[in-house]
């Protein structure tokens, strides 16, 4: 249905991406993947979080903490296409302890992350954070009560002590330049390509700094280059098939009975759910949007992705065999935008051949003919309508269809057999009567079954401390030039 109050944002959107397609990610919902991550850290078992060191029979195990007035987290735009990244508010502690024993203590350095700084950009369909700069000072604590009886119980000398000694300078220096990096890597290398599950957005692709009434301070990935819709991939939500058009044949012209199914196989790689986001943390308005130029719809919908589609079987019952080949043919396909209805249009002329026989087999290689014939139809006026829906269980955005109208007509069959006349006639007039419902049958169920995925974002919806409860979900405009769909969300 038509959102005419997201007119204005459609309006903005369109002009920013100068008729190429965009992805609007709203600054909390992109944020969001920090505060999972930090979680996601501050709740790993000890075990977890233990890792060997060089030196034989000593560990460390780090711990992440928060300061007083909690984690910091913000983008702010350079102008320019730049986008930079600031994290803060974060403390790790490394304990450097006997190996598989962390109350074994040998000593305990503590690391305060004033800021993280990074530049956004997008690189091989992942969003990532280059590292610009940091403020990360160690400090190291009162050595522990443990620290000399855990080092005579691993035996060492003065000497090993000394190396020990140079190796807790080592992990104070070298430490803070790999913790900047841990954290960007938890807002960083996010999945933008299965976000955008039906879409290529094409490199080179921009990530620039948005503000609108209707989102507040987002993101916004645009593409430099024409988009693509990409109708290849499953559809993800269980029982449900689409994507590319296929064929599959069922039944027999002997039995007046021809069926064209157009379906697609099931999704193979269901994404991981996410870590929980402690319960409190400020993400209001995790909304996220894309804009579909109609250029990029008309040529995923467009006459060069329905070929001439070939179909046949033979088969038999003991020594009487058939066969049958058959053409379904698009003759014209076009796409509309219906801005009233807040819809796509897609209108379509069919044509359907098809040519078959059945014999009997004999001796020495022979053959006895039983009949043969061909079949010729027209399904015109074909008029399907698609829309967006939001699927709530699997937080996806779909491309629906239904199909609203179409005309079965000049349905000719011509047929021969040695019998030959009333036989061949009767067989005739049992085709032409039976082919319009048997195809009509299997357009609507092909079509009916025709999903695809647009924006896939499980993984910055789902999480178990803080759910996230859609709003009036699904927001749909459809302007001129263009599709704007997504959805808006808020905490429980």
Not at 28 to 42: A, K, N, Y
Not at 353 to 359: E, G, K, Q, S, V
Not at 426 to 434: Q, S, T
Not at 448 to 459: C, D, H, I, N, V
Request: glycine share 10%; proline share 7%; aromatic share 6%.
């Amino acid at each position: 249905m038509q959102n005419p109050d997201f007119a204005p944002l459609y309006t903005a959107l369109e002009a920013r991406c100068n008729g190429k397609a965009g992805f609007l990610l709203t600054k909390d919902l992109f944020l969001r993947t920090f505060g999972i991550g930090i979680d996601r850290m501050e709740r790993a078992p000890a075990a977890d979080r233990e890792r060997d060191t060089r030196l034989p029979g000593v560990s460390f195990t780090t711990t992440v903490g928060r300061e007083a007035a909690g984690i910091r987290a913000d983008v702010f735009d350079l102008g320019h296409r730049e986008v930079h990244l600031l994290l803060g508010g974060i403390s790790m502690q490394v304990d450097l302890h006997r190996q598989g024993n962390p109350a074994a203590l040998l000593s305990t350095i503590q690391f305060g992350v004033t800021n993280v700084e990074a530049r956004l950009e997008v690189a091989s369909g992942t969003i990532v954070a280059r590292r610009l700069s940091y403020t990360i000072t160690p400090t190291f604590a009162p050595s522990p009560p443990t620290r000399d009886a855990t080092m005579t119980a691993l035996g060492w000398n003065q000497a090993q002590k000394d190396t020990f000694a140079q190796f807790e300078q080592f992990v104070a220096f070298a430490s803070p330049s790999f913790i900047a990096d841990q954290l960007l890597g938890m807002v960083g290398n996010l999945p933008l390509s299965q976000w955008l599950a039906g879409l290529s957005l094409g490199d080179p692709l921009a990530v620039e700094f948005f503000d609108h009434p209707k989102t507040g301070a987002s993101l916004l990935i645009r593409g430099l280059t024409a988009s693509v819709i990409q109708r290849s991939d499953p559809c993800p939500c269980p029982g449900i098939n689409a994507g590319e058009v296929s064929a599959n044949p069922s039944g027999s012209l002997l039995n007046g009975d021809l069926a064209v199914n157009i379906a697609t196989g099931p999704r193979a790689n269901p994404p991981a759910p996410a870590p929980g986001l402690p319960a409190g943390t400020n993400f209001l308005e995790p909304y996220a949007f894309l804009l579909l130029p109609k250029d990029a719809l008309s040529v995923a919908f467009g006459p060069s992705v329905y070929p001439a589609i070939s179909l046949g079987d033979r088969g038999g019952w003991g020594s009487a065999q058939y066969s049958w080949s058959a053409t379904v043919s698009f003759r014209s396909l076009a796409l509309d935008l219906d801005a009233l209805d807040g819809s796509l249009l897609l209108t379509a002329d069919l044509g359907l051949h098809m040519d078959a026989r059945a014999w009997v087999n004999l001796p020495c290689d022979g053959e006895l003919e039983l009949a043969s014939g061909s079949l010729d139809g027209e399904v015109n006026n074909v008029r399907i309508r698609l829309r967006p829906v939001f699927d709530i269980q699997s937080k996806r955005v779909l491309l629906d269809s239904a199909l609203e109208n179409h005309d079965v007509t000049n349905i000719n069959a011509h047929l021969n057999s040695p019998l030959g006349w009333p036989l061949d006639e009767i067989l005739r007039r049992v085709l032409e009567h039976n082919a319009p419902g048997m195809i009509t049958q299997q357009l609507r169920s092909a079509v009916g079954s025709g999903r695809f995925t647009l924006l896939e974002l499980e993984q910055l919806l789902t999480n178990d401390a803080a759910p996230i409860q859609p709003v009036n979900a699904l927001v749909t405009y459809v302007g001129a030039t263009g599709v704007l769909t997504g959805i808006g969300s808020r905490p429980v």
